[in-house]
């Protein structure tokens, strides 16, 4: 007959072996739902500086075409650095680097061709990123040999090119003079000539806007610049809202301070003669905290 504390002893002792035969299995299943929450953060990024590349490449379409210039190797230069900037928290290999990173696809849409090389309206830039996710846990490694592939892509629709055979930012074809003549009855002929221009009206804005930087520790200052297309005529209005809680800003080209942590929605409307445009680009601006 056993006695009842020998029992008790018996039971916590097995209890500890059993203690110590499962501890390793849940530390090495914790690691790896640690390796794959890695993984996922990793892509969610890759995504998002996916949409950053396609978002810039939608408003400067024309960078890409030739013939090059001064201006257009600023805009890609510039598209660049928004993908690598927006792509410093992703832990994966290649980094995506100026070397790495390949120029946006522009498809266009269905029935629609360029006009004098630019992507139309309405076509589509589509930016692809690609990098290989290293792995911390070495059974999650050897499962997937090494590391994942992650294959990130986002399509914008592109908003600068042409509009009825006109490129955007291009020169409106003067109107011409119709000349016309009457004779009289006595020989002597007089001669009048008259042009009549018909003014085209302003179409709306195409608001867009780009910042630098989007993303960092708090406090986090950032100088918006305004990339609105306006065809040449006059903005009357810009209302900037920072999506912190702050007042608006009716500046151009403003620079708002972050004081507080968080991933904050930007919009920016555009007025003209005969009315507004709007863009509101969600979670543009990530502040952490220090």
């Given amino acids: 007959m056993k006695l009842p504390w020998r029992r008790n002893e018996v039971s916590r002792g097995q209890a500890l072996v059993e203690f110590a035969m499962v501890l390793p299995v849940l530390a090495l299943l914790l690691v790896m739902a640690i390796d794959f929450g890695r993984v996922f953060y990793g892509w969610v990024a890759l995504n998002n500086a996916t949409r950053v590349g396609a978002n810039y490449a939608a408003s400067h379409a024309d960078a890409w075409i030739t013939p090059d210039s001064a201006q257009k190797q600023r805009e890609r230069a510039a598209y660049l650095d928004e993908i690598i900037n927006d792509a410093k928290a992703i832990n994966c290999a290649p980094a995506p ?21 630019i992507p139309p309206l309405g076509s589509q830039a589509r930016v ?20 994942v592939n992650l294959r990130a892509q986002s399509v914008f629709t592109v908003r600068s090119g042409a509009i009825s055979g006109i490129p955007v930012g291009g020169v409106v ?12 009855a006595t020989a002597t002929a007089t001669s009048t000539a008259s042009a009549t221009a018909t003014a085209t009206p302003c179409p709306l804005p195409i608001a ?31 209302v900037w809202d920072f999506g912190d809680g702050s007042p608006i800003s009716t500046v151009q080209n403003p620079s ?12 920016l409307t555009v007025t003209g003669p005969n009315g507004s445009n709007s863009l509101r680009s969600s979670g543009y601006v990530k502040v952490t905290g220090n």
């Avoid at 074809?173 to 009289?184: C, D, I, L, N």
């Fill in 256 to 267: 708002h301070t972050y004081a507080n942590s968080g991933q904050y929605d930007v919009s």
């Fill in 208 to 238: 867009n806007f780009n910042a630098t930087p989007t993303t960092g520790g708090k406090p986090l200052t950032v100088q918006f610049t305004n990339t609105s297309q306006t065809f040449g005529c006059p903005v009357t209005g810009y």
């Fill in 97 to 117: 680097s100026a070397t790495n990173i390949a120029a946006p696809a522009f498809t266009a849409a269905d029935g629609v061709t360029a006009i004098a090389g």
């Fill in 173 to 184: 074809p003067t109107p011409t003079a119709t000349p016309t003549a009457t004779a009289t």
């Fill in 128 to 147: 692809e990123l690609n990098c290989v996710m290293s792995l911390i846990t070495p059974l999650a490694s050897n499962l997937l040999g090494g590391g």
